[in-house]
Nanobody, 118 residues
Framework: VQLVESGGGLVQAGGSLRLSCTFS????????IGWFREVPGKQRDLVAT???????TYADSVKGRFTISRDNAKNTVYLQMNGLKPEDTSVYYC?????????????WGQGTQVTVSS
Protein backbone atom coordinates (compact mmCIF):
# COMPACT_ATOMS: atom_id res chain seq x y z
CA VAL A 1 0.00 0.00 0.00
CA GLN A 2 1.35 3.40 -0.94
CA LEU A 3 0.06 6.80 0.05
CA VAL A 4 1.06 10.12 -1.45
CA GLU A 5 0.09 13.45 0.09
CA SER A 6 -0.04 16.75 -1.74
CA GLY A 7 -1.47 20.22 -1.35
CA GLY A 8 0.62 21.66 1.44
CA GLY A 9 2.12 25.10 1.29
CA LEU A 10 2.36 28.54 2.83
CA VAL A 11 -0.83 30.45 3.59
CA GLN A 12 -1.78 33.46 5.66
CA ALA A 13 -3.86 33.11 8.79
CA GLY A 14 -7.52 32.85 7.90
CA GLY A 15 -6.74 31.25 4.56
CA SER A 16 -7.53 27.80 3.20
CA LEU A 17 -5.72 24.79 1.83
CA ARG A 18 -6.87 21.42 0.59
CA LEU A 19 -4.66 18.42 1.19
CA SER A 20 -4.97 15.26 -0.88
CA CYS A 21 -3.97 11.72 -0.05
CA THR A 22 -3.98 9.29 -2.96
CA PHE A 23 -3.46 5.62 -2.16
CA SER A 24 -2.85 2.50 -4.16
CA UNK A 25 -2.35 -1.20 -3.64
CA UNK A 26 -5.19 -1.57 -1.19
CA UNK A 27 -6.89 -4.94 -1.53
CA UNK A 28 -9.37 -4.69 1.34
CA UNK A 29 -12.52 -2.58 1.15
CA UNK A 30 -12.80 -2.03 4.89
CA UNK A 31 -10.27 0.49 6.12
CA UNK A 32 -9.91 3.88 7.74
CA ILE A 33 -7.85 6.82 6.60
CA GLY A 34 -6.72 9.51 8.94
CA TRP A 35 -4.87 12.77 8.74
CA PHE A 36 -2.28 13.38 11.44
CA ARG A 37 0.04 16.31 12.05
CA GLU A 38 3.36 16.61 13.73
CA VAL A 39 5.52 19.47 14.90
CA PRO A 40 9.22 18.63 15.45
CA GLY A 41 9.78 17.58 19.03
CA LYS A 42 6.14 16.82 19.69
CA GLN A 43 3.95 13.78 19.24
CA ARG A 44 2.02 13.13 16.08
CA ASP A 45 -1.59 14.10 16.67
CA LEU A 46 -4.74 12.82 15.02
CA VAL A 47 -6.61 15.49 13.09
CA ALA A 48 -9.45 13.67 11.34
CA THR A 49 -10.52 10.23 10.17
CA UNK A 50 -12.89 8.78 7.62
CA UNK A 51 -14.02 5.18 7.18
CA UNK A 52 -14.97 3.40 4.00
CA UNK A 53 -18.57 3.93 5.07
CA UNK A 54 -18.03 7.67 5.26
CA UNK A 55 -18.10 8.10 9.04
CA UNK A 56 -15.86 10.93 10.19
CA THR A 57 -14.20 12.11 13.38
CA TYR A 58 -12.32 15.31 14.15
CA ALA A 59 -9.98 16.62 16.79
CA ASP A 60 -11.62 19.31 18.88
CA SER A 61 -9.03 21.83 17.71
CA VAL A 62 -10.17 21.59 14.08
CA LYS A 63 -13.92 21.00 14.40
CA GLY A 64 -15.87 23.48 12.31
CA ARG A 65 -12.78 24.46 10.32
CA PHE A 66 -11.53 21.25 8.69
CA THR A 67 -13.50 18.77 6.61
CA ILE A 68 -12.35 15.29 5.62
CA SER A 69 -13.89 13.66 2.57
CA ARG A 70 -13.15 10.93 0.07
CA ASP A 71 -13.50 10.15 -3.61
CA ASN A 72 -13.61 6.37 -3.86
CA ALA A 73 -13.32 6.43 -7.66
CA LYS A 74 -10.01 8.26 -7.37
CA ASN A 75 -8.76 6.43 -4.25
CA THR A 76 -8.23 9.84 -2.73
CA VAL A 77 -9.02 11.38 0.64
CA TYR A 78 -9.09 15.14 1.10
CA LEU A 79 -8.65 17.44 4.03
CA GLN A 80 -10.20 20.84 3.41
CA MET A 81 -8.72 23.28 5.87
CA ASN A 82 -10.43 26.64 6.32
CA GLY A 83 -9.82 29.39 8.82
CA LEU A 84 -6.22 28.33 9.22
CA LYS A 85 -4.33 29.49 12.27
CA PRO A 86 -0.57 29.73 12.92
CA GLU A 87 -0.92 26.84 15.37
CA ASP A 88 -2.04 24.63 12.47
CA THR A 89 1.51 24.82 11.12
CA SER A 90 2.77 21.23 10.97
CA VAL A 91 3.78 18.43 8.71
CA TYR A 92 0.56 16.64 7.80
CA TYR A 93 0.59 12.89 7.28
CA CYS A 94 -1.94 10.56 5.76
CA UNK A 95 -2.38 7.16 7.41
CA UNK A 96 -4.35 4.15 6.23
CA UNK A 97 -5.09 1.27 8.57
CA UNK A 98 -7.15 -1.88 8.55
CA UNK A 99 -7.45 -5.13 10.44
CA UNK A 100 -6.45 -8.45 8.95
CA UNK A 101 -7.70 -11.01 11.41
CA UNK A 102 -6.32 -9.85 14.73
CA UNK A 103 -3.49 -7.86 13.16
CA UNK A 104 -3.65 -4.13 12.56
CA UNK A 105 -1.91 -3.02 9.39
CA UNK A 106 -0.88 0.62 9.06
CA UNK A 107 0.67 2.62 6.24
CA TRP A 108 1.93 6.21 6.13
CA GLY A 109 2.56 8.77 3.47
CA GLN A 110 5.66 10.92 3.34
CA GLY A 111 3.99 14.04 4.73
CA THR A 112 3.31 17.49 3.39
CA GLN A 113 4.29 20.75 5.08
CA VAL A 114 1.63 23.30 5.98
CA THR A 115 2.82 26.68 7.17
CA VAL A 116 0.40 29.36 8.34
CA SER A 117 1.81 32.84 8.76
CA SER A 118 0.33 35.37 11.17
Amino acid sequence: VQLVESGGGLVQAGGSLRLSCTFSGMGSDDYTIGWFREVPGKQRDLVATITTGGSTTYADSVKGRFTISRDNAKNTVYLQMNGLKPEDTSVYYCNLWYFSGSSRRSYWGQGTQVTVSS
